[in-house]
């Protein structure tokens, strides 16, 4: 039987009747179209799937819808604004952080996630934050790059502005190439 | 993958949750975290009639000290809260937390469904073991009981709650007053889930003569079809300064008295050796660790 859910999904409110079944990720992307979200593995290993519940990271194939009834939920679509990239993004893009882009949303979810508790982390750090999360193409030194980039940005107050996003991409780069 | 179709009742406080643990008994599940049993129903490994989620109960959740001196850990308290407890100074939860799964299973996973779902290679129940702690659980019909965790896990996936009993809170004892622990394990590089896992913790009580050593409690993960106390090694070491020579005339009876377990990462005989390589490890790690 259906239970009636109630998700607020990038600061929008959406009441729904969802068969205990379903997982997160299903709802977000099935029911409301947020097809940001990837599923890799789908056996809670890749990280592919990552969103933002309640303030912490999880493995959206792995939660429940039921089991969110009454949450709050961050994707990649709420986190981009409505002119330009957000910062991680920006920094993705800059220092090459993907190839195919699969793994890109949940990379960049679970680096949001750690930069919110920690805005300046080492690169250990960001490693040890992303060992849930698999890229298959990268090799992973220029999503670390990636994010000590967005982490700096983010620090130092620089926006997401085209301007700047421009000259932060430069920056990257060069700084993944030496 | 979708899990097959299931009831689902959320509970929101342990009496409700015991409610319909007594009506439903062994056609229902728990589910707190569901980092395990959803990946299991994902699979129809597991296919419960009816989820009764028990996420949302308060009470279950956090870690308060008792007027003893011992820690309440409620069994909903997620991995990700024991390591943000200023509380849990305990040197073998700080080798090991940051070790178990990832970020996000760690937001999710909780102590009770780690110990509840009793995967004979997973870290929390070692901890357990090694601490002494005790479980106290809940059920209607049998009400209150305090499980010590050396009694409560019997065999791969199997301890011995009843069906319609609750996982109410983990106490831990105070430590002793001159105490070091550790915990060391080999890890299958995939699933990060131990091939071998020892915890160790080293103390002295009132009556401990000079510097030799007569608190010693050792647990193996991973080894054997469940988490054990490695009561050999413990006897050969009470007595002794814990040093390199006592460690090292002690630990090859880790496995003692314990079959080993075989598969396609480790073979019975490369186990046990590790088993005997974390042994040593982990109680070299708590003497450095010494209070
Ligand atoms: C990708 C991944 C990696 C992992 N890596 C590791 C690792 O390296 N080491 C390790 O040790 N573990 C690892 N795990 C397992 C993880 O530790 C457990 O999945 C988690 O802690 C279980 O807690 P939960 O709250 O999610 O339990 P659930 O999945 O909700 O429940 C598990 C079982 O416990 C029962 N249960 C839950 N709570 C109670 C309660 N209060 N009373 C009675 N029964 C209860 C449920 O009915 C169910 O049978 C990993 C899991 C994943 C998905
Ligand atoms: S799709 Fe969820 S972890 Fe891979
Ligand atoms: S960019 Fe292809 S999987 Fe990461």
């Known amino acids: 039987m259906a239970e009636r859910v109630s998700l607020t999904v990038n600061g929008k409110r959406h009441d729904m009747d969802v068969e205990p079944r379903r997982l997160l990720v299903q709802v977000l992307r099935e029911d409301l179209g947020l097809t940001g979200t990837h599923v890799g593995c789908d056996t809670s290993q890749c990280g592919a799937c990552t969103v933002v519940l309640d303030g912490s990271a999880v493995k959206s194939c792995t939660v429940l819808a039921v089991q969110a009834d009454g949450s709050t939920v961050g994707t990649i679509e709420g986190l981009t604004p409505a002119d330009g990239l957000h910062p991680i993004q920006d920094a993705f893009w800059g220092a090459h952080g993907l190839q195919c882009g699969f793994c890109t949303p949940g990379m960049i979810m679970t680096a949001a996630d750690l930069l919110a508790r920690n805005p300046d982390p080492t690169d250990g750090e960001i490693r040890h934050a992303l060992n849930g999360n698999y890229c298959r193409c990268t090799g992973y030194q220029n999503i670390v790059a990636a994010i000590r980039t967005a982490a700096d940005e983010i620090r130092t107050g620089a926006g997401a502005t085209p301007a700047e996003a421009e000259s932060g991409a430069g920056a990257a780069s060069a700084a993944a190439a030496g | ?291």
């Open chain 2, 1 to 291: 993958m979708i899990p097959a179709a299931f009831e689902y009742d959320r509970a929101t406080s342990v009496e409700e949750a015991l409610g319909l643990l007594r009506t439903h008994g062994a056609d229902a599940k728990l589910i707190a975290g569901g980092q395990s049993l959803l990946p299991l129903m994902k699979l129809r490994l597991a296919r419960p009639d009816r989820l009764i989620d028990i996420g949302r109960i308060e009470a279950l959740k956090g870690i308060r000290r008792l007027d003893d001196g011992r820690l309440a850990v409620g069994s909903l308290t997620t991995y990700a809260d024991l390591i943000a407890s200023p509380e849990i100074k305990y040197g073998l939860f700080r080798d090991a937390l940051p070790t178990i799964a990832d970020v996000q299973v760690r937001n999710r996973g909780t102590i009770g469904g780690a110990i509840a779902h009793a995967d004979p290679a997973s870290d929390m129940p070692a901890l357990l073991l090694a601490l002494d702690a005790e479980l106290v659980c809940r059920s209607a019909h049998r009400g209150q009981r305090t499980i010590a965790a050396t009694e409560f896990f019997e065999g791969p996936f199997t301890t011995v709650l009843d069906p319609d009993e609750l996982l109410i809170e983990i106490r831990l004892p105070a430590p002793s007053q001159h105490h070091g622990s550790a915990y060391r394990m080999l890890e299958q590089p995939a699933s990060g889930f131990a091939i071998a896992g020892v915890a160790a913790v080293i103390g002295q009580t009132e009556a401990a003569t000079g510097d030799t050593f007569d608190d010693i409690r050792i647990a193996v993960t991973g080894v054997g079809d469940h988490p054990y106390r490695a009561a050999a090694v413990e006897a050969a070491l009470v007595g002794t300064p814990v040093d390199a020579p006592s460690i090292a005339a002690a630990v090859g009876a880790v496995c003692e008295g314990v079959e080993v377990m075989g598969d396609i990462h480790a073979d019975r005989e490369y186990r046990a050796a590790m088993a005997v390589v974390m042994a040593q490890r982990a109680l070299e790690g708590a003497r450095a660790r010494l209070t």
